[in-house]
Every structure is written in structure tokens, then in C-alpha cells.
């Protein structure tokens, strides 16, 4: 798995960013997606993921009706749409991925339970 994260840059407050991520190792049609963000200074937080099995998706409280995260397994990619940003979105955006199974849920709101990471792109809003 080679995941590889783009589509950052620098937005004013309201506009909308779309983040790709893509696994240039192969396919992510079994893998579990999710998507995290690290400001300076923070610890990296869990903003969204999506199931590979049904498509079941969750969302962080602070990005919930703002962000969509959406995948094509036939282009082994997996996308975050963010709409009416914020300056408190400002933060390098994490893609990752795992295979393993979880005993719940919940496991996924948290970084350790991936076992792939992107490189990391940045998304900046000015106000």
C-alpha cells in the first residue's frame, strides 16, 4: 500500500477544497479509509472514514455537513470533499488505510488503528 495524498492549498473562509488519496500499490477495494488532520502544535484527530464493505461512513463533529467522504475502488482512490471552510480547518490533512478487522467501530476514530498513512497535504483557510 502506497497512499498518496493531494488536492491542499490555500483557501479564504467559505470555499471548498476536494482531497484526493490514492493507492499507487494496488487496489483499496478491502481496505478500510479514513481520513485525519494535524495542526500545528495539536495531536492528529480522526475526521472521517469510510467502510470498505458497505460504504458506511462517519464524520468528526466539527466537520459534519461540511466534509463528504466519498471512494472509486476502480480508481483506487478515495476523496474528501470540504465546503464552507473554516480557519480552524487549517492543518495538514492525513489519508490512511487498514485491512484488519476491529472489534468495534470505534477503533477507527483513532490514528494507531491504521496501519498506512499518506503523506500528508496541507489545506490552509485565511479569514
Known amino acids: 500500500v502506497q497512499l498518496q495524498a493531494s488536492g491542499g492549498g490555500l483557501v479564504q473562509a467559505g470555499g471548498s477544497l476536494r482531497l484526493s488519496c490514492t493507492n499507487s500499490?494496488?487496489?483499496?477495494?478491502?481496505?478500510?479509509m479514513g481520513w485525519f488532520r494535524q495542526a500545528l502544535g495539536q495531536e492528529r484527530e480522526f475526521v472521517s472514514d469510510?467502510?470498505?464493505?458497505?460504504?458506511?461512513?462517519a464524520y468528526a463533529d466539527a466537520v459534519k455537513g461540511r466534509f463528504t467522504i466519498s471512494r472509486d475502488n476502480t480508481k483506487n482512490t478515495v476523496y474528501l470533499q470540504m465546503n464552507s471552510l473554516q480557519p480552524e480547518d487549517t492543518a495538514v490533512y492525513y489519508c490512511a488505510a487498514d485491512s484488519t478487522p476491529k472489534y468495534s467501530r470505534l477503533e477507527y476514530y483513532t490514528a494507531r488503528s491504521y496501519a498506512y498513512w499518506g503523506q500528508g497535504t496541507q489545506v490552509t483557510v485565511s479569514s
Open positions: 469510510i467502510n470498505w464493505r458497505n460504504g458506511a461512513t
Open positions: 500499490g494496488g487496489s483499496i477495494s478491502s481496505y478500510h
